[in-house]
């Protein structure tokens, strides 16, 4: 008698989302068949504020109902690791085994095939959940803009290469994110059509917004929780909004803050309309940008380097510009900090706000200064990068993108505009380079040896 085949197993496919913006990205790739057929598809929902117990989950958030009927189930990462916070906990590696089978007992996977759709691998919760079920395929989506820049740290290959595809809206037409391409993994768009339709789910859903339509609208950011500003200069950068909205025109102006930004700093802004002679309207409800975009059909839409601008520009037609982008340009450090490719991006295709500025037309290369940019900041993980990086900085190097990059580090790197062409032997001779780390080395000495001194004449 034959011996009957075993009984297939059951497919399962979680999706990781710690903000409501992903959960509509990964329900937007949901509706157009992005992903293979499963059993069970399951949402793991991560809440990373830096205080979980204090600010409400993704699930939690008007309009998330709509998105919920796309899963057979929705989980809580935060519950399954507790007390650890999701974004500064992975298991040790011995112990990932153990994390698995504690985790398929928890949400009954029991013997499922598992698959993965996780953001941001790079660092957890994704790291995290790839290590404990360390067999399992996995793709990676990208909501963001900084989907466009170089993985911000080099991979433990055995997770690089079990990422089968890199699902992005297509924020900026044309332009391919470098986002795990030293894997080789395959990109695929997230059509616009399926996105914005979810996001018009959400925003049927969404609480009544009491402001006025056809408002200019101002993003707020909170900047200074990223310790790239201090609070006096992100409050600066906010009055800097709305007085380059007054500058063009605009007499009615909604600024929508940052949901962990303090409210003293609405107040600054309501001082500031008052002075100018503008009718000003805080945005306090909890919804997304692209909600109030369709409830409110903006005039105007302003703000530093947030994705919303671009999602304002490509998915909805609206008028966007930026400021700021000068000083982030300047402050962002290290050079190698993932939120320089945003601000570059931004700077680089919207036009500045205010009025007065003399601002040029948009960077025409984006594809050149991205490869440019994503060298200069991992040039070990992308190395292949360098001659494009060259051929750009040799043809498009000007006063205005000439802010991209710093000068030591194009030094550094051997690259076009570090030092002035007719020394451009330096950086790579090896005497000069022993010379300097000799000059280094003395220089490290001899502040060591004052260090002392210098106590002992304060004591």
Same mark, same amino acid.
């Given at each position: 008698m034959p011996v009957p085949p075993p009984p297939a197993r059951r497919r399962t496919q979680i999706f990781l989302a710690s903000t409501l913006y992903g959960a509509a990205t990964l329900t937007a790739a949901l509706d157009a068949g992005c992903f293979a057929p499963a059993d069970r598809r399951l949402l793991l929902v991560a809440n990373t504020a830096a205080v979980p117990e204090t600010t409400p989950a993704l699930d939690e958030a008007p309009g998330f109902t709509r998105l919920r009927t796309r899963f057979d189930g929705v989980l809580s990462w935060n519950d399954a690791i507790r007390p650890f916070h999701p974004s500064g906990w992975s298991p040790r590696p011995d112990d990932a085994p153990l994390w698995e089978r504690h985790l398929r007992l928890l949400w009954g996977l029991g013997d499922d095939d598992v698959s993965l759709v996780v953001e941001s691998i790079q660092v957890s919760p994704a790291g995290a959940i790839a290590q404990c079920f360390a067999d399992a395929p996995l793709d990676v989506y990208a909501d963001g803009l900084m989907s466009y820049g170089p993985t911000r740290n080099k991979l433990d290959p055995l997770i690089g290469t079990r990422a089968g595809r890199l699902l992005h809206l297509d924020l900026v037409p044309g332009l391919r994110p470098l986002l795990l391409t030293e894997f080789g993994v395959a990109q695929e768009i997230v059509p616009t059509e399926a996105f914005t339709k979810v996001l018009a789910e959400l925003a049927e859903d969404a609480p009544a917004l009491d402001a006025p339509a056809g408002a200019a609208l101002l993003l707020g950011?909170?900047?200074? !929780?990223?310790?790239?500003? *201090?609070?006096?200069?992100?409050?600066?950068?906010?009055?800097?909004?709305?007085? $380059?909205?007054?500058?063009? $025109?605009?007499? +009615?102006?909604?600024?929508?803050?940052?949901?962990?930004?303090?409210?003293? @700093?609405?107040?600054?802004? /309501?001082?500031? !309309? /008052?002075?100018?002679?503008?009718?000003?309207?805080?945005?306090?409800?909890?919804?997304?940008? /692209?909600?109030?975009?369709?409830? =409110?059909?903006?005039?105007?839409?302003?703000?530093?380097?947030?994705?919303?601008?671009?999602?304002?520009?490509?998915?909805?037609?609206?008028?966007?510009?930026?400021?700021? *982008?000068?000083?982030?340009? /300047?402050?962002?450090?290290?050079? #190698?900090?993932?939120?320089?490719?945003?601000? *570059?991006?931004?700077? !680089? @295709?919207?036009?500045?706000?205010?009025?007065?500025?003399?601002?040029?037309?948009?960077?025409?290369?984006?594809?050149? =200064?991205?490869?440019?940019?994503?060298?200069?900041?991992?040039? #070990?993980?992308?190395?292949?990068?360098?001659?494009?990086?060259?051929?750009?900085?040799?043809?498009?190097?000007?006063? %205005?993108?000439?802010?991209?990059?710093? %000068?030591?580090?194009?030094?550094?790197?051997?690259?076009? $505009?570090?030092?002035?062409?007719?020394?451009?032997?330096?950086?790579?001779? +090896?005497?000069?380079?022993?010379?300097?780390?000799?000059?280094?080395?003395?220089? %490290?000495?001899?502040?060591?040896?004052?260090?002392?001194?210098?106590?002992?004449?304060n004591s």
């Amino acid at each position: 008698m034959p011996v009957p085949p075993p009984p297939a197993r059951r497919r399962t496919q979680i999706f990781l989302a710690s903000t409501l913006y992903g959960a509509a990205t990964l329900t937007a790739a949901l509706d157009a068949g992005c992903f293979a057929p499963a059993d069970r598809r399951l949402l793991l929902v991560a809440n990373t504020a830096a205080v979980p117990e204090t600010t409400p989950a993704l699930d939690e958030a008007p309009g998330f109902t709509r998105l919920r009927t796309r899963f057979d189930g929705v989980l809580s990462w935060n519950d399954a690791i507790r007390p650890f916070h999701p974004s500064g906990w992975s298991p040790r590696p011995d112990d990932a085994p153990l994390w698995e089978r504690h985790l398929r007992l928890l949400w009954g996977l029991g013997d499922d095939d598992v698959s993965l759709v996780v953001e941001s691998i790079q660092v957890s919760p994704a790291g995290a959940i790839a290590q404990c079920f360390a067999d399992a395929p996995l793709d990676v989506y990208a909501d963001g803009l900084m989907s466009y820049g170089p993985t911000r740290n080099k991979l433990d290959p055995l997770i690089g290469t079990r990422a089968g595809r890199l699902l992005h809206l297509d924020l900026v037409p044309g332009l391919r994110p470098l986002l795990l391409t030293e894997f080789g993994v395959a990109q695929e768009i997230v059509p616009t059509e399926a996105f914005t339709k979810v996001l018009a789910e959400l925003a049927e859903d969404a609480p009544a917004l009491d402001a006025p339509a056809g408002a200019a609208l101002l993003l707020g950011q909170y900047l200074s !929780a990223l310790d790239i500003l *201090t609070p006096e200069e992100e409050e600066q950068l906010h009055v800097r909004m709305l007085r $380059g909205a007054a500058g063009r $025109g605009h007499r +009615a102006l909604v600024f929508k803050p940052h949901p962990a930004a303090p409210a003293r @700093w609405s107040r600054m802004l /309501e001082e500031e !309309a /008052e002075r100018l002679g503008v009718t000003l309207t805080v945005l306090d409800t909890p919804v997304l940008a /692209e909600v109030a975009y369709q409830r =409110l059909r903006p005039s105007l839409v302003a703000g530093c380097f947030s994705t919303a601008l671009v999602t304002a520009r490509t998915f909805y037609g609206l008028q966007a510009a930026r400021t700021g *982008t000068d000083l982030l340009l /300047e402050r962002l450090s290290p050079y #190698q900090n993932s939120n320089r490719v945003p601000v *570059t991006l931004v700077d !680089a @295709w919207l036009p500045e706000l205010s009025a007065s500025a003399q601002d040029p037309e948009p960077e025409a290369d984006l594809t050149g =200064l991205l490869a440019a940019v994503g060298f200069a900041m991992q040039p #070990q993980i992308y190395p292949h990068l360098r001659e494009a990086a060259e051929d750009y900085l040799r043809t498009h190097l000007t006063p %205005r993108t000439r802010r991209y990059f710093k %000068r030591r580090r194009l030094t550094a790197l051997a690259l076009p $505009g570090g030092i002035p062409s007719q020394l451009s032997f330096l950086p790579r001779n +090896a005497a000069v380079r022993r010379v300097a780390r000799r000059a280094r080395a003395l220089q %490290r000495r001899l502040t060591k040896a004052k260090a002392p001194a210098k106590a002992m004449v304060n004591s």
